[in-house]
């Protein structure tokens, strides 16, 4: 069988020149968990439209398109058929999985977002990684997570969200801007502010949580109701706020030493160009919270440190660095300052 997909036409927009790369390597990342063995995953050229094509031996079942339609670069899918001597196209209806619409993270454009399309493979690629499936209930926290693009599209897939930022001028407009969209949606919900550390009130870190559902009945079904829940506070605390290993799932993108800084200490406001210096200072409480099989995916600059350094520091937190083929094929130009890669590191 040979399957073609036809790629998000937004993806070949923002990533002109590395689409294809990029997608190529999240789908053999996703190729390993389906049913059938799959060769040739390649770029193929019909008629002067590029596709992405793969060959299995038998048809793919239910499960393996629900696989396949949830990866980020996916637009539509085909299987390649034969008609009286004619090659043809046949459309295959991909699964809906949903839970928020994905324009939840199109709509908001700010200095310093991370693509949509991208963070979308970035979650791909940590689940696809993991011990875990998309049919587990999954908890993923974004620890760096500026006005929470990694949080929608978690909430896009039906995971429950969890954010860490710095700037509480970024977690506020991040609260407006969902609050807004669960209204305007009409989707069921309900907000709460909870101190979750600090010896006192004017100390006290806070943490803003939404659950909601999308409809009244699953509202009433505490094992159906979603979370997105916000800390204004700093990442090398994590395990202090949330204090069990609850995440199957950490992702987000590196502050780039262009926009943003790096800010190691809010009252200092001490910055460094250097992300292998925060995660020095981070890994022990993000691997204290996530849990045994669970992932963490992070997108950083390797023009500032390189990919050799960056995984020295995430082994000497006893994490296992995915260093192989097609973990190591996602570094991509985004401009001329930044080179973008991404680790992937595993809790054993
Ligand atoms: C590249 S931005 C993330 C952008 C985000 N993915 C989005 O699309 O909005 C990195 C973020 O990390 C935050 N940050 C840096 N150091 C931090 C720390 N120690 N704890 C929490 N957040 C931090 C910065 O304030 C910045 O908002």
Not at 36 to 61: G, Q
Not at 68 to 74: A, E, T
Not at 173 to 201: C, D, M, V, W
Not at 303 to 331: M, Q, Y
């Amino acid at each position: 069988m040979k399957y073609l997909i036809l790629q998000h036409p937004g993806h070949n927009r923002v990533y002109y020149n590395v689409a294809d790369k990029l997608a190529l390597a999240e789908l053999k990342l996703a190729s390993k968990k389906l049913s059938v063995d799959c060769i040739n995953i390649d770029i193929a050229e019909i008629k002067n439209i590029r596709y992405l094509s793969l060959e299995t031996e038998s048809i793919l079942n239910d499960d393996d398109i629900q696989i396949l339609s949830r990866l980020s670069f996916v637009f539509a899918l085909f299987i390649l058929d034969e008609k009286d001597g004619h090659e043809c196209l046949v459309p295959i209806a991909q699964h809906e999985h949903q839970y928020l619409d994905n324009k939840i993270s199109s709509l908001l454009k700010y200095p310093g977002k991370t693509n949509e399309l991208f963070t979308k493979m970035m979650i791909n690629v940590a689940l696809l990684a993991s011990d875990f499936n998309y049919s587990d209930s999954i908890k993923m926290l974004d620890p760096v997570a500026g006005k929470g693009t990694t949080l929608f599209e978690a909430g896009v897939y039906g995971f429950d969200a969890y954010g860490i930022e710095l700037e509480s001028k970024s977690v506020h407009e991040t609260l407006i801007f969902f609050k807004k969209y669960l209204q305007t949606e009409r989707i069921k919900h309900q907000a709460s502010k909870n101190q979750i550390y600090g010896p006192n009130k004017h100390e006290a870190i806070m943490m803003d949580k939404f659950e909601f559902a999308n409809n009244k009945e699953d509202f009433k079904n505490p094992d159906l109701v979603k979370t997105l829940g916000i800390v204004n506070g700093n990442s090398t605390h994590a395990f202090k706020y949330f204090k069990k290993p609850m995440f199957n799932l950490i992702v987000g993108d590196l502050p780039y030493g262009i926009a943003h800084g790096n800010v190691k200490d809010k009252k200092s406001a001490s910055k460094t160009r250097n992300p292998s210096d925060l995660l020095d200072e981070c890994l022990p409480e993000w691997s204290k919270v996530l849990k045994k099989g669970g992932v963490i995916v992070m997108a950083w600059n390797s023009f500032i440190v390189g990919r050799n350094r960056l995984s020295d520091t995430f082994k000497t937190h006893g994490l296992e660095v995915l260093s192989e083929a097609p973990f190591n094929e996602f570094e991509h130009m985004v401009d001329r300052s930044i080179k973008r890669d991404i680790i992937v590191a595993k809790k054993n």
